[in-house]
C-alpha cells in the first residue's frame, strides 16, 4: 500500500523560506516520477513541480521557476520542495504525489493516482 506523508509546512512572511517534505513508503521509491501540486479553497488543484524517478529531470510551473527547487533522495524514499522567496500567492495547500516513471511522459494532475494528504503553507505579507 502506497503511502505519501508529507511535512514541514507552516507560516512563514513574505520573502521567507520553507522546505517542505514527501516521505513515500509501500513503493520501489525510484521507479516512481514525484511531484508537488498545490491548492487554494475554490480553485482546482495545480501543477508546481515534478521529478522524475532517477532524480535526471525536473520541471515547475511558471509561476514558481528560480523560487522553488524539487530534489529527491532515493535512498531515503523522499521527496523535497525547497521554497524560497515566498509571496503571499504561494499560500496553499500542498500535495505530493507519485507516479510509475514510465507510464508517460506527463506530469498531468491525472497521471498521479497516489497522492498524500497535504500541508498547509501561509505566507503572510
Known amino acids: 500500500q502506497v503511502q505519501l506523508v508529507e511535512s514541514g509546512g507552516g507560516l512563514v512572511q513574505a520573502g521567507g523560506s520553507l522546505r517542505l517534505s514527501c516521505a513515500a513508503s509501500g513503493l520501489t521509491f525510484s521507479m516512481y516520477a514525484m511531484a508537488w501540486f498545490r491548492q487554494v479553497p475554490g480553485k482546482e488543484r495545480e501543477f508546481v513541480a515534478a521529478i522524475a524517478g532517477s532524480g535526471g529531470r525536473t520541471e515547475y510551473a511558471e509561476s514558481v521557476k528560480g523560487r522553488f527547487t524539487i530534489s529527491r533522495e532515493n535512498v531515503k524514499n523522499t521527496m523535497y520542495l525547497q521554497m524560497n522567496s515566498l509571496i503571499p500567492e504561494d499560500t496553499a495547500v500542498y500535495y505530493c504525489?507519485?507516479?510509475?516513471?514510465?507510464?508517460?511522459?506527463?506530469?498531468?494532475?491525472?497521471?498521479?493516482?497516489?497522492w498524500g494528504q497535504g500541508t498547509q503553507v501561509t505566507v503572510s505579507s
Open positions: 504525489a507519485a507516479r510509475w516513471d514510465f507510464a508517460t511522459t506527463s506530469y498531468a494532475r491525472a497521471t498521479f493516482p497516489y
